[in-house]
């Protein structure tokens, strides 16, 4: 079996959908989530891609089958996100150049606990370090090679309280020169409309007022401002 | 009198607060609002900036003031949005050079109806030209020599109904290379949260399934949803 030939573990496929998260929000998108993790945040919001089981829910897939499919429905879009779990525990090299050689824009979300050799080819990925709410700690020499591997890498970190608020403050700090996003921090079967966008408020206050993030983003997640927190949107 | 103490009307200076639109929602920015507008868009949200008796309205302020109020108001922000009316009415030039000399980033937002001679010094722009609904023509060669003559343009199309997303197909077709943006319209004083999530996603929905749409981006205003239609936010 050849490289090409290696089957990847996915969890799921969908799209067109709009990219929810980052400096990428409301991009057309087409996503492939793949089994997997080597975090276990407490309050990770995609729990079914690495929860027991996982490899077991997951569907054997060459790269080739993976592109077929991301043909057969793209309608037009070229851009897609590779999620997880974290991705990047795969080898991806012979998916991310069959997709470049299809004309596709490659995008990664990950939490950049990882380094792998492909990462470099990739045309753009969001690393996302996890907070103390997590209860994950960072690998800071992990994050710093693969900021420095990525083309064109930005950052992205999930806020829901004062502790994650000063982690954000230390991502920037070291890494000042890759665009940040704080996301409010999301909590699933307890926030509806009005509370996230009354915590985004609050979120957007301190840290406009606060000149240690001088340049910076403040987001919702956009597909659950608009579809809640349902899966395969 | 020399060009750089030339005086702008100004009718208002806000910041930091959070960009609420197009390829830049969510950085965090100072605004300069500008007088006057050669459009009057039926539902311009910004009526105070070109209605009758703007130019009373406005404060007269040398470039070289605007810098030292924005210096004075940042906390830390580096990154200027000049917005309007239509900003491009004005000789910039000259702010736009001390701005820059000062560390900042300048960003415009334009309907693209003028080019004026110092758009290429802008560090990026925002091309909102004005669908149907909004009563204006579109000047198409004003437009494609503003977009040639921007560093970084991006292009965002106001959706209220049919007429203006085929408009916005249209403003596609011809600068397919440019980043659009479809934003959902707001109708002030009518639309709520729900009413304009709502119609984003029905919007959303139009585009997703639109092979015309490969590479968009669809979005709400982040300030309307946050702080209503409030001045000054």
Known sequence: MTTTERRLPVI???GPTLQGEGRVIGLKTMFVRLAGCDYACSWCDTKYAWAPDHLAKSEPLAPAAIVARLEAAAGGCRRVTLSGGNPALHDLGALVAQLKAHGWHTHMETQGSLVPPWLGDLD??????KPPSSGMATDWTALAQGLARCREPDLKVVVFDDADYAYALEV??????VPLT????N???EDTTATLLERLDALADRA???????????LPQLH??????RRGV
Chains 1, 2 share one sequence.
């Open 12 to 14: 799921e496929m969908f």
């Open 124 to 129: 753009s990925a969001t690393f996302s370090p």
């Open 172 to 177: 920037h700090g070291r890494f000042p020169q």
């Open 182 to 185: 704080l996301q409010l921090g």
């Open 187 to 189: 909590r699933v079967g």
């Open 208 to 218: 406009l007022s606060d000149p240690r993030l001088g340049d910076v983003r403040v």
């Open 224 to 229: 659950v401002l608009l579809w809640g927190n």
